[in-house]
């Protein structure tokens, strides 16, 4: 099992011009702007579970980290969170 991130819309504040977790994610496309509510959304097929966006969204505290299942692809909610990967561990072949 590896965790993905999650943005709660409530608390992201991307609308005021906060966009760290899109700008510090080291994977590409995997954190984007929504035009229409002006919130980041997070490709789940993209998250590789690293955990910085989570880090760098101190103020609001709008992403959270979940386990996903890995034969469905679907967040396990009210689950603890699996073990995070390193970013070398993430991003290795």
């Known amino acids: ?3 993905v991130a ?3 819309n409530e608390k992201c504040t991307a609308e005021k011009g906060c966009r760290l ?3 510090y994610c080291p994977e590409a496309d995997t954190i984007l702007l929504d035009k229409k509510t002006q919130k980041a959304v997070i490709v789940l097929d993209r ?8 880090i760098v969204c101190t103020t609001a505290k ?11 692809g679907e967040i396990i909610w009210g689950a603890a969170e699996a073990e995070t990967a390193g970013l070398g561990q993430a991003y290795a072949g």
Do not use: R, S
């Open 21 to 23: 977790c899109i700008m």
């Open 47 to 54: 998250c590789k579970g690293c955990e910085l966006c989570e």
């Open 1 to 3: 099992m590896y965790n």
């Open 62 to 72: 709008a992403i959270t980290m979940h386990p996903v299942n890995g034969a469905t």
């Open 6 to 8: 999650h943005v709660d």
